[in-house]
C-alpha cells in the first residue's frame, strides 16, 4: 500500500500529462506525444495505484484521437486519383474538406471531454475505469 507522500508525485504527474494532453490540441500534437511517451515510460510505476487507470485513459485517448484523424484525412488520397478530372477533383476536395473538418472538429470536442473527465475524475481521487 502507497502512503500519501508516494502518490502525492504521481498525481501530480498525471495532472501535469492531462495539461499537456489539453494543449496538445494547440500544438499540432506535439505535446500529445511528449505526454504519450511519458505515459509508457511511467507506467509500470504507476501500477497497483489509481493512476494506472488514468494512464491507460490517457493512452487510449491518444490513439483514438490519432485514428479518427487518419480517417479524416482518408478522402484527400482519393484526390490523387481524380487529378486529371477537374470537376470530379473539385468535388472530391470540397467533400474531403467537409468530411475532415467534420471530424476533426468531434475528435477536438471529444479528446477535451477526455481531458476534462479525466481531471475532474482524478481531482475527486477516483480510477477511470470500475475495477
Known amino acids: 500500500m ?3 507522500a508516494e502518490l502525492q508525485p504521481k498525481r501530480n504527474l498525471t495532472l501535469l500529462l ?4 489539453g494543449f496538445a490540441i494547440f500544438s499540432a500534437g506535439v505535446l500529445a506525444v511528449v ?12 501500477q497497483g495505484t489509481i493512476y494506472a487507470s488514468h494512464f491507460t485513459w490517457q493512452i487510449r485517448t491518444v490513439w483514438w484521437y490519432l485514428f479518427w484523424n487518419v480517417i479524416g484525412v482518408l478522402p484527400f488520397v482519393y ?5 486529371d478530372q477537374p470537376n470530379v ?5 470540397l467533400t ?13 470536442i471529444w479528446i477535451v471531454y477526455r481531458v476534462i473527465r479525466g481531471v475532474i475524475a482524478l481531482n475527486d481521487e477516483q480510477p477511470m475505469y470500475a475495477d
Open 89 to 93: 477533383f473539385l468535388g472530391t476536395l
Open 18 to 21: 492531462y495539461v499537456l494532453y
Open 2 to 4: 502507497y502512503v500519501e
Open 96 to 108: 474531403a474538406f467537409i468530411f475532415w473538418g467534420a471530424v476533426a472538429t468531434v475528435s477536438w
Open 35 to 46: 505526454a504519450l511517451i511519458v505515459n509508457y515510460v511511467k507506467r509500470d510505476a504507476m
Open 79 to 83: 484526390l490523387f486519383f481524380s487529378f
